[in-house]
């Protein structure tokens, strides 16, 4: 059987593929479909790196005529037809729409992770500072600086020892982390400028507009032009940590859009790339741009097959504001559909903002077996929070109307099993 190879050979770290028990063989749109011929719905979409779905015919077109031309594929950090483009059509496209010219992109190493230690190394050359303002719930990658900044007891375990060291951080209370009734920012505020409170002087604060690993938690725009009223303030640089919330999740292709703020670094990764290929980069201001050549690089910091893809969803998706207004009417139906869940279960609420939204169902248990009899009626979705108690919804940003409610018809159905079932148990 081939499944087989996987339990003889993989290492035991994987983790997706045990809530996903299937060999999945072809996916489309928002559809996967596995060796015995079922699909599924695709409520996880690579976990935000497939906000147009699987597969995106213009974007296979153009990556199939780049490789059938000898198109270059790896290329450093060399100039090529690939990247120039793709460069082109994000000035177009996002940075000059939004007023934000004075931004520069850095290519760094693949992943989410990487464009993180890209980020807070800069910060701290700038600055000549070490320490980093990271926030509870947080959640920035699995490398050791990035990991440092991570709130995740679990993921910290990964690294074997203490996290800190030499990537020095503090972790304050998120947007709304002692409820909504208390407002953080002034606990930040007291903490960062009383010389007595142990924090030394940042070098940068760190923030994703909505925690996508960490429950949905979604900053108010008051809370994030708060922070970014303190760094200046203090005299360090903002980072905004895009990677999940970024292109188009929040309703916006800026999860911090509605905050009016522009952050000194911002990192993005996972759908930059338009179909799941790795691709990564920095967006930095230009008065930040001190680095030496070469000083931070990475073999794989030039992937041309993801310029040429991530060229297309620029030049199809960003054009216009056609297609936020379809993602914000999608989002009121997700919303609709989840407050239904939410109301089936005692304390349960919503969470989340745009289309990166979830229901809070109070438990751990209750939430993965309501994602496992999801699964079982053809729905993959996952969860997230301290305690993976929040059933979270990342469907693809393209996912149709009817599709998106029948994904939502198949979670009520899973809910209402799960809340029969614990009630029996709870008998």
């Keep these: 059987m081939q ?4 339990e003889r050979r993989e290492s035991v770290v994987r983790s997706y593929c045990r809530n996903f028990d299937t060999l999945f063989v072809s996916a489309k749109g928002s559809e996967m479909t596995d060796a015995n011929g079922k699909t599924y719905i695709d409520f996880l979409a690579g976990c ?58 850095m290519m760094t190493g693949p992943t989410g992770t990487n464009a993180v230690e890209a980020a807070v190394k800069l910060a701290r050359k700038v600055t000549g500072r070490s320490n980093v303002i990271a926030f509870t719930n947080g959640f920035h990658g699995m490398t050791l600086g990035a990991l440092a900044l991570t709130g995740n007891a679990g993921k910290r375990a990964g690294a074997g020892a203490g996290c800190n060291g030499i990537c020095g951080t503090t972790h304050l209370p998120y947007a709304n982390a002692f409820g909504e009734d208390v407002d ?46 303190l760094a200046k303030k203090t005299g360090a640089l903002l980072i ?15 999860g911090f859009e509605i905050a009016g703020i522009k952050p000194d670094i911002i990192t993005q990764a996972k759908s930059l790339s338009g179909m799941g290929l790795p691709f990564a980069c920095v967006l930095l201001k230009k008065e930040h741009d001190i680095w030496k050549p070469a000083e931070h690089n990475g ?16 030049d199809k998706f960003w054009k216009d504001d056609a297609f936020m207004k379809e993602v914000r009417k999608k989002s009121d139906i997700l919303e609709a ?40 009626k053809g729905l993959i979705i996952e969860t997230s929070g ?18 998106l409610q029948k994904g939502l018809d198949i979670l009520f159905e899973a809910a209402e099993e799960t809340v029969a079932s614990h009630k029996v148990a709870a008998e």
């Design 386 to 403: 301290a305690d993976d108690e929040v059933v979270k919804v990342l469907a693809a940003l393209t996912i149709s109307e009817e599709m």
């Design 3 to 6: 499944e087989d190879i996987f």
């Design 299 to 314: 073999t794989f910091r030039g992937n041309n097959h993801a310029f040429v893809t991530a060229k297309v969803a620029l």
């Design 240 to 254: 905004v940590d895009d990677i999940q919330a970024g292109v188009g999740r929040s309703g916006d292709y800026f």
């Design 184 to 229: 953080t920012l002034d606990q930040i505020e007291m903490m960062i400028e009383n010389s007595s409170s142990g924090v030394d002087a940042p070098a940068a604060f760190i923030f994703e507009p909505i925690q996508g690993e960490g429950g949905l938690n979604a900053a108010s725009a008051k809370w994030m032009k708060g922070i970014a009223e």
């Design 48 to 105: 935000s790196t497939l906000n147009y779905g699987h597969n995106d015919p213009d974007m296979k077109k153009a990556l199939i005529e780049h490789i059938e031309r000898d198109g270059i594929a790896h290329g450093l950090d060399m100039y090529t037809d690939a990247k120039a483009e793709w460069l082109k059509a994000f000035e177009d496209n996002i940075l000059e729409p939004r007023g934000m010219g004075e931004y520069k992109i």
């Design 337 to 376: 559909g989840l407050q239904k869940i939410a109301d089936l279960i005692p304390g349960a609420k919503l969470k989340g903002r745009g289309m990166m939204k979830g229901v809070d169902v109070t438990s751990g248990d209750i939430a993965s077996d309501m994602c496992s009899r999801a699964f079982e």
